[in-house]
């Protein structure tokens, strides 16, 4: 199963659902439930199960065009095998963002933004890496958001 995070629903998530051509259910998740349980704060992430409901792998990153990804999917799926990786060896480790990988994700996340900017996660990925302070610590700081949001749009109006 897929979940699908939009808080724009299902209408926006469906064709990336449908464009994906996957042969299993997929769940909109639009008040952000599943985040909320597991304390999700990045995109794309795997929370894999197994028939028990037992997590497998750690909540990590997931990129289902990686090879090695994709076999170790594939081993874990034909033959109830977990692999190696997911034991928690440091490749699946959630490790900080060098500065270089910090400024080529808001690089590609304005631009991003710019091209879709009613998309919610875009923003949220965006705030979360250039304001860390106000997306990771204490409760959600809707008055910063709604701020923000703002000045965003501001700027987008003058473009």
Do not use: C
């Not at 699908?4 to 769940?27: I, S």
């Not at 081993?75 to 928690?88: D, I, Q, S, V, Y």
């Not at 900017?117 to 610590?137: D, F, G, H, M």
């Not at 959600?140 to 003058?158: F, T």
């Amino acid at each position: 199963m897929v979940i699908a995070q939009d808080a724009q629903g299902a209408e926006v998530a469906k064709p990336w659902a449908e464009e994906a051509g996957g042969m299993y259910r997929a769940l909109l998740d639009q008040h952000n439930q599943i985040g909320k349980a597991y304390s999700l704060k990045f995109l794309p992430v795997a929370i894999i199960l197994d028939e028990a409901g037992r997590l497998v792998r750690p909540v990590g990153s997931v990129n289902i065009v990686d090879e090695e990804f994709l076999a170790d999917l594939t081993l874990w799926a034909e033959t109830n095998t977990l692999p190696e990786r997911w034991l928690g060896t440091k490749e699946t480790e959630i490790r900080p963002m060098t500065e270089d990988e910090r400024e080529a994700a808001v690089t590609e996340l304005k631009e991003a933004f710019k091209l879709d900017p009613q998309n919610w996660l875009i923003r949220k990925q965006l705030w979360a890496i250039e304001t860390p302070e106000v997306s990771y610590e204490g409760d959600v700081y809707y008055g910063w958001q709604k701020e923000q949001i703002s000045r965003e749009d501001a700027v987008l109006q003058a473009d």
